[in-house]
């Protein structure tokens, strides 16, 4: 019977003496790692491909909610992170935009002739004068924030140098080799950076949706991308917008449905992000990942619509990148099954930026001390997809061998006996 999924991590890693470790990607994950882990004390090398915050981790929108998870398995973890970020804010002396923030539902229909709000419309900022149809509140001060997603990144890998000693260094990493370990198993042993070895205790692949480019991660459960595109703007009058993020249900003028999101930052910019594209291949380099043609246009009209404000604001940024998507919806965060010191911490889909400092401090924890007292990482451990994987092949191998009886019977329900509920197989024949 495979193990199964579990808190803690296996022994003979960094909790039982290994000094050094590589973190694989400088994404709001990755340097939420590097941080806590070297805060604990660890030698912490980050290898970044390209650029700190150089994809979905810079081009984010920075949102944070603290209950908005609370119907998947993600709402403790979020819960926790939505507490690390008011500490860290404190802690790490940097500003990074991190404030608290009034959230509104609405619904607006596009026109021709925009006809403006009277200033101040019930319920409403008054820079926001567009044709809403509907509003209403979706959060408040105490439950939701936002910080720069890119500043913050940013000040978590300044943090981490300056104060623990943490290096960084811009390099591709190309493969994660393997070792036996002295229990018979396998173990990290060097990270091959632009065709170098380096020699480490332990490796965390925060690679974003780059993360199943290694092969240890494809063959467990693939990690895929999901397109959005982003918008940057910096409206003439920022003094009149206030705190208030807008998410939108919004119809275009030819009845097109989108759900773009508006959130105004300390800054004095106004991010807008939407239109979203599924199954892309994604461009192997970060700096590749470009926006479709019309895309920007498109949030454009979305803010010119929604506030007068936002109309003649001059365009800063036009973006797009991929949201690291994993199989089952739940982030990939713990051990890599059967390697001793890899660990994987990626596939946070929309709320990598909400949940990037609970992942970094969990992990950091299951690394060093074999166990996170912070939050319970079973739902994120990956060893979920090795127990399916060789649970489904068995009983795949042993459904193929008796092929005719299964097909004279049609269709077959089979729980597997002895696996929690979410591991439950149904094979249709
Ligand atoms: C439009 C949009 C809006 C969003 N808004 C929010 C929001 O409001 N709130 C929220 O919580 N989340 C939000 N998200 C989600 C969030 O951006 C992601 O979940 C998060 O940034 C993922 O971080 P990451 O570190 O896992 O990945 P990434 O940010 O993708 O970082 C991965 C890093 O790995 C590097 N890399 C890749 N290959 C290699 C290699 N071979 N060697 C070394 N390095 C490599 C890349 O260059 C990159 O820097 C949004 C996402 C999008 C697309």
New binding site residues.
């Given amino acids: 019977m495979a193990a199964a999924p579990s808190n803690d991590a296996t022994p003979g890693t960094l909790h039982a003496g290994g000094k050094t470790a590589v973190v694989?990607?400088?994404?709001?994950?990755?340097?939420a790692t590097a941080y806590f882990l070297s805060k604990k004390g660890i030698d912490v090398t980050v290898?970044?491909?390209?650029?700190?915050?150089?994809?979905?981790?810079?081009?984010?929108?920075?949102?944070?909610a603290l209950d908005w998870c609370d119907s998947s398995p993600v709402g403790p973890l979020a819960r926790a992170s939505f507490k690390l970020h008011e500490q860290l804010a404190q802690e790490l002396g940097q500003d990074y935009g991190y404030r608290r923030v009034d959230t509104l539902s609405l619904t607006v229909q596009e026109s021709a002739a925009i006809k403006r709000a009277t200033k101040g419309a019930p319920g409403l900022p008054a820079w926001v004068d567009g044709p809403v149809k509907g509003a209403a509140a979706i959060g408040g001060k105490p439950t939701t924030g936002?910080v720069h997603?890119k500043l913050f990144?940013q000040a978590l890998v300044d943090a981490a140098r300056t104060r623990y000693g943490a290096k960084l260094r811009i390099?591709?990493?190309?493969a994660i080799e393997l070792s036996e370990a002295p229990s018979g198993g396998r173990k990290v042993s060097h990270v091959l950076?632009d065709g170098e070895l380096v020699e480490t205790d332990a490796a965390v692949i925060?690679?974003?949706?780059?993360?199943g480019?290694m092969s240890v991660i494809s063959e467990l459960s693939p990690i895929t991308g999901?397109?959005?595109?982003?918008i940057v703007l910096k409206p003439p009058h920022p003094e009149k917008i206030s705190a208030t993020c807008l998410f939108l249900n919004y119809r275009t003028r030819s009845g097109q449905s989108l759900e773009p999101?508006v959130?105004p930052r300390p800054t004095g910019e106004v991010y807008v992000?939407?239109v979203?594209e599924e199954g892309l291949s994604i461009p192997d380099d970060?700096e590749q990942v470009l926006p479709r043609k019309g895309a920007p246009d498109i949030l454009k009209t979305v803010a010119a619509t929604v506030s007068s404000e936002l109309a003649d604001a001059e365009v800063t940024a036009e973006q797009?990148?991929?949201?690291?998507m994993s199989e089952d919806g739940v982030p990939l965060i713990g051990q890599v099954p059967g390697v001793e010191g890899l660990y994987v911490?990626?596939?946070?889909?929309?709320?990598?930026?909400?949940?990037?400092p609970a992942t970094g401090a969990a992990l950091a924890e299951l690394m060093v001390d074999g166990k996170s007292s912070l939050v319970d990482l079973r739902p994120f451990d990956p060893r979920r997809f090795a127990v399916r994987s060789k649970a489904f092949s068995s009983f795949y191998a042993h459904a193929m061998k008796h092929r005719a009886h299964l097909f004279l019977l049609g269709k077959y329900e089979v729980l597997l006996p002895g696996l929690e509920p979410q591991f439950d197989i149904i094979l249709t024949v």
Avoid: D
Wanted: charge should be positive; glycine fraction near 18%; proline fraction near 6%.
């Fill in positions: 694989c990607g400088a994404g709001a994950i990755g340097a290898v970044e491909k390209s650029g700190v915050a150089c994809a979905s981790s810079g081009k984010a929108g920075g949102f944070l936002q997603p990144t390099g591709a990493v190309e950076v925060a690679m974003g949706p780059w993360s480019r999901l397109k959005a595109h982003s999101e959130y992000c939407g979203s970060p797009a990148c991929f949201l690291p911490a990626t596939g946070h889909s929309c709320w990598g930026i909400l949940n990037a």
